[in-house]
């Protein structure tokens, strides 16, 4: 039996897409590894959202390319987003590279692994939007927390964006194959449900009903087995009072919502091709928090897109400290090529976008301190994810924490939890981004 091993990249949408490839590979008779040193062949399933992801990208082919020379590898197959764009390019200047599938094709990973195994070339570039949306998976993820992907691809056209183009237009899954995958999940002993699409506020709206499906799909979900459903992400114009309703009276769904902003200058936002501006989105914040009590808020913002004042940044800086955002992701401005943003006239030199980014993460570095600091004589539930050795402490997440992006709870405890144990913990002080705490007793 050959045995192939799989890197994955980029964000949780991608690695929902690994782990269908996977159960198609075992399926057809593969042994999984996780050491590539004894793989026949190797699979990257690559990001290429912006420059730093490609850059990744093709450091891991190249990485994974030398077990060709000094391990048992025979092929390599590459696949995703970076394929999806430069598919062309990997073939002329990759040449260790054997096969290659673009964000269409995965259902032809079992052929690709074939002919890279027999040391053939081979690439599949189906249309994107024909890609399968359905279909089992061997999980990445820990036993408890499972990725739940709702829709594919994107049809917002953000100025700065590429992903329409990797991904292709915003596709919804059918209700009845997403609650017969969820009920799966929940037998097999999943409690966190982490509801991803690129947005999911938008689930439903290209399907034969034409209508806002996802407070309905997020009703049926909270009468299974689970104990967190979680959200990512919202678009800030998308949410609807009936949503907002939904997730403040399902107790199943955690408080904790990924509202992308990206800005609050108006004319910026409109460069981006986005809707609202800082006033809105305030007006938003406030009504969700006055709604949902313990609601915690992340969004994602870029600094240094062409043209942005110093005046547009600073009231950028105002609306942070106002609005307290408990979590914020800031990103520089990356010109990507295929995107209007790019061709923008009024390019921002890095030290600029370099400065911004800085000043906002300090900035937020304040808030999160704060919020941490407020929690402290709390008793919050976490869900314990292991134990730490070098802290000599176990650690977990709150309904505050999502998987990666956020910070952890380290707490002590008599009791030795499993991972996957939800642990009532009293919250004693802050380390950085994450908390410390002791677990209560019953």
Known sequence: MPKIGLISL????????????LFLLRTAGWEITEDMAEADVGVVNTCGFI?????????TILETAQYK??????????TGCLVQRYADEIRAELPEVDAICGTGSYENIVEAANAALGGQKAAYLADMASAALDGARDR??????????????????????IIPKLRGPYRSRGMEALLEEA???????????????QDIT???????EHKRLLPELLRRLCRMDFTWVRLHYLYPDQITEELIDVIASEEKIVKYLDIPLQHVSRRILRAMHRPGDGEEFAALIANLRARIPGLVLRTSLIVGLPGETEDEFAALCSFLQETQIERVGVFEFSPEEGTEAAELPDQIDPETKANRRLIVEELQSGVLDDYNTSRHGETMQVLCEGFDEEQQLWFGRTYADSVEVDGHVYFESDAAPQPGDFVPVLITESLGADLLGVQKGE
């Open 10 to 21: 980029g964000c949780a949408k991608n690695l929902v897409d690994s782990e269908h490839m």
């Open 51 to 59: 420059e730093a992801a490609k850059s990744e990208a093709i450091e």
């Open 140 to 161: 990445l993820t820990p036993t408890y927390t499972a990725y739940f992907k709702i829709a594919e691809g994107c049809s917002n056209r953000c100025g700065y964006c």
């Open 202 to 208: 938008k689930y439903g709206m290209d399907l034969p």
């Open 183 to 197: 009920q799966a999940l929940a037998e097999s002993g999943v409690k966190e449900l982490i509801v991803i699409a």
């Open 69 to 78: 020379q000094s391990g048992c590898m025979k092929g390599l197959v590459v």
